[in-house]
């Protein structure tokens, strides 16, 4: 039976059994994997903590029939007591984590996996905001799959110029030719939040007023939704 290793963060956990976990993690070389962590809800387990959602960890895995079996884990990030210690900061996280979860379904990415880890590096250490972070995870996640959006010029015909109304269906900022009858439209304050979340422009992002961020969190989210097909779940419990 092969063995291989991987550095994996993990995205979810299922309870399995009495004793077992079935953990679900986005690798770097692997994409996501499922596997069984044998035991490891018992109180003598030596790798359960590593296991847990929001850690990153170096994972010593068996190739299974159906599931592969983790063997050894050796922590290499542990975000996921800061993280959880602070309510915005874990359902920032749930957040991203599920994102992640979809936007893998297929086939893994080495740049989905340095973001997710990027960022929650970033959230358990509270370099920026969490809602910011987020935010800036979702719009450059979105990006790597291939739904970039446009905050600049027209994401439909790209006309160059400064536009104001926003059409998640389209790809992000329209122009007036382009924009369906009672499209609604954004001010330059948030349009500007929104160029900086994708770019990492964090000095301007962190200079916008709570209702600035208000208005770019709700484009986000129906972005998001719209190019995912379905709700995320955690979202809702995002805290604002």
């Known amino acids: 039976m092969p063995v291989y290793r991987d550095e994996a963060v993990v995205l979810r956990t299922h309870k399995l059994g009495e004793a077992d976990r079935i953990v679900t993690m986005l690798t770097r070389e692997h994409g996501k994997v499922r596997a069984v962590a044998k035991g490891v809800r018992r109180t003598t387990s030596k790798f359960g903590a590593r296991l ?38 874990y359902t920032a996280a749930s957040a991203m984590v599920e994102t992640a979860d979809r936007l893998t379904e297929s086939e893994g990415s080495l740049q989905q996996y340095l973001l997710l880890v990027g960022a929650l590096r970033s959230l358990s250490k509270r370099e920026h905001g969490a809602d910011l972070t987020l935010d800036s995870y ?39 030719d382009c924009a369906p009858p009672g499209s609604p439209r954004l001010d330059s304050a948030t349009i500007g939040l929104l160029g900086a979340l994708l770019t990492g422009d964090w000095g301007t992002a962190e200079a916008a007023t709570d209702r600035t961020k208000g208005q770019a969190t709700g ?13 995320l779940r955690s979202l809702q419990h995002v805290s604002h």
Not at 70 to 89: N, V
């Open 52 to 89: 847990e959602p929001f850690m990153v960890a170096d994972v010593q895995l068996y190739e299974g029939r159906s599931l592969d079996i983790i063997t050894q884990a050796e922590s290499l990030g542990s975000y996921g007591a800061q993280i959880t210690a602070d309510y915005g900061s």
């Open 138 to 176: 979702l719009l450059r996640a979105l990006s790597m799959a291939g739904w970039a959006p446009s905050f600049q010029d027209c994401s439909r015909c790209g006309a160059e110029g400064d536009h104001s109304t926003v059409v998640v269906q389209l790809g992000g900022i329209v122009c007036d």
């Open 219 to 231: 484009v986000v989210a129906a972005y998001t939704q719209w190019h995912l097909e379905r709700s």
